[in-house]
C-alpha cells in the first residue's frame, strides 16, 4: 500500500508564502505509475468539512482551484519525484486549517473529496494576523 506524505506546513504570519509538498511512496504507488494518479490538495478547518482547494491531472495542464485561492494558490506536480506541490502565497487567517494530499486513479479531473481514495495524514497550516 503506497502512502502520501505531507510536509512544509507550520506557523507564519498574513502575507506570507509556504510550499506544501507531498511525496508518494515507492517507484509507483499502489502498483500504478505515480503519473497516472489525478492529484489533490484539500483543506480542513476546526468545524468545518473538509473543502477543495487545488486539483490537477496527470501531466499538469489541466487544473482546478477553488474560488477562495484561485490567484494566490498554485499547485504543481514532479512526477519523476512523485510529489505533488501546493504554493500558497498571500496567506491569511481563514487559510488555517489541515491541508491533506490525496489521489486518485483517473483520467478526468475530480474535484469532491469523496472521489479520492488514497490520503497522507495531512499538515498544520496556521496563519496569525
Known amino acids: 500500500q503506497g502512502q502520501l506524505v505531507e510536509s512544509g506546513g507550520g506557523l507564519v504570519q498574513a502575507g506570507d508564502s509556504l510550499r506544501l509538498s507531498c511525496a508518494a511512496s515507492g517507484h509507483t504507488f499502489n502498483g500504478r505509475a505515480f503519473s497516472t494518479y489525478i492529484m489533490g490538495w484539500f483543506r480542513q478547518a476546526p468545524g468545518k468539512d473538509r473543502e477543495t482547494v487545488a486539483v490537477?491531472?496527470?501531466?499538469?495542464?489541466?487544473?482546478y482551484y477553488a474560488d477562495s485561492v484561485k490567484g494566490r494558490f498554485t499547485i504543481s506536480r514532479d512526477n519523476d519525484k512523485n510529489t505533488v506541490y501546493l504554493q500558497m502565497n498571500s496567506l491569511n487567517s481563514e487559510d488555517t486549517a489541515v491541508y491533506f494530499c490525496?489521489?486518485?486513479?483517473?483520467?478526468?479531473?475530480?474535484?469532491?473529496?469523496?472521489?479520492?481514495?488514497?490520503w497522507g495524514q495531512g499538515t498544520q497550516v496556521t496563519v496569525s494576523s
Open positions: 490525496a489521489a486518485r486513479a483517473a483520467v478526468n479531473l475530480l474535484t469532491a473529496p469523496s472521489a479520492y481514495n488514497h
Open positions: 490537477i491531472n496527470w501531466t499538469g495542464d489541466s487544473t
